[in-house]
């Protein structure tokens, strides 16, 4: 049965399977149905990829169909670029290395880590709203009216870099139901560098090159590693997540780190808007300041 006759899908993940399930036990031969090690204050437990990170009607229920098929065509081509990861042979090609970008980008804006002014009718005109705050204040940095597509791929080519840096043999990178990290390196807020786990031994490093520069570090080192996952425990909304049984000090202290622990988040209204970025302490041993 078409899906207009079924009615609007109601189950819609605002941390895609795509994504998650390259955190599963099952690595590249991952489905939706793969297990993944999920932690909260309560333990952890192996569960299956597509019974998380996800609320009912979650993006819209009057438009549910239209926010799925938007999402959908970032979410392929994420597809795509895990597999080339995987394998070895990411390619770099335009498509890949923009898709990249817009992917990490959409990922964090459409979190629930974002409140939501009371004048919204639902979500998905939120996350638009957010896409445009941050395409004209972060991308075009504020000049002029809000930059068309093809201005957006312009700056995207001509500002924003991306570098996949591996881990270290024995070190791997948990991840969480908010993984794509901003990072502003200066009280501005202003966003100046993104990170995103991609593979249990690899992460997406994405930054302004007229703010941030590549260190040069060929491998993440283990203390990125125990920074990187930190970051993902600093940035969560309710869970962690990982392709193998978490470690034994982490899972003892969840009770009284979950009961303590306040989300971060960001805010969206009409008028007003604050980005959920992380204030940069330094000693990444991948990032340099210019």
């Not at 297990?35 to 204050?41: E, P, S």
């Not at 995987?86 to 898709?99: K, V």
């Not at 990170?195 to 302004?208: E, G, H, K, R």
Request: hydrophobic share 35%; charged share 20%; proline share 6%.
């Amino acid at each position: 049965m078409p899906q207009s006759e079924q009615g609007p899908p109601e189950k819609q993940h605002y941390l895609p399977v795509v994504y998650l399930k390259q955190f599963s036990e099952d690595g590249s031969t991952s489905t939706r149905t793969s297990r993944v090690w999920f932690l909260n204050g309560t333990g952890q437990r192996p569960v299956p990829v597509e019974t998380q990170c996800y609320l009912s009607f979650f993006n819209s229920e009057l438009r549910a169909e239209e926010a799925e098929k938007f999402f959908q065509e970032s979410e392929g081509l994420y597809g795509e670029i895990a597999k080339h990861i995987w394998d070895g042979n990411y390619a770099r090609c335009e498509r890949d290395y923009l898709g990249l970008i817009i992917f990490a980008i959409s990922l964090h804006l459409r979190n629930p880590a974002y409140d939501l002014g009371s004048n919204f009718a639902d979500r998905w005109d939120a996350y638009k709203l957010l896409e445009q705050q941050f395409a004209h204040h972060v991308l075009a940095g504020g000049k002029g009216g809000a930059p068309t597509e093809v201005e957006l791929y312009a700056i995207l080519r001509g500002k924003w870099v991306v570098r996949l840096i591996r881990t270290m043999p024995g070190d791997t990178l948990i991840t969480s139901d908010n993984p794509s990290v901003f990072y502003s390196t200066s009280p501005s807020g202003d966003v100046h560098f993104i990170t995103l786990p991609v593979v249990p031994n690899c992460c997406a490093f994405i930054y302004d090159r007229t703010i941030v520069s590549d260190a040069g570090a060929r491998t993440l080192n283990t203390k990125d590693v125990d920074l990187l996952n930190g970051a993902q425990l600093h940035s969560m909304w309710r869970a962690l997540y990982s392709h193998a049984p978490f470690a034994e000090e982490l899972v003892r202290d969840a009770p009284e780190y979950w009961s303590q622990q306040k989300p971060r988040r960001g805010m969206i209204g009409d008028d007003y808007w604050e980005m959920n970025v992380i204030e940069y302490a330094g000693h990444l041993s991948f990032v340099d300041l210019n």
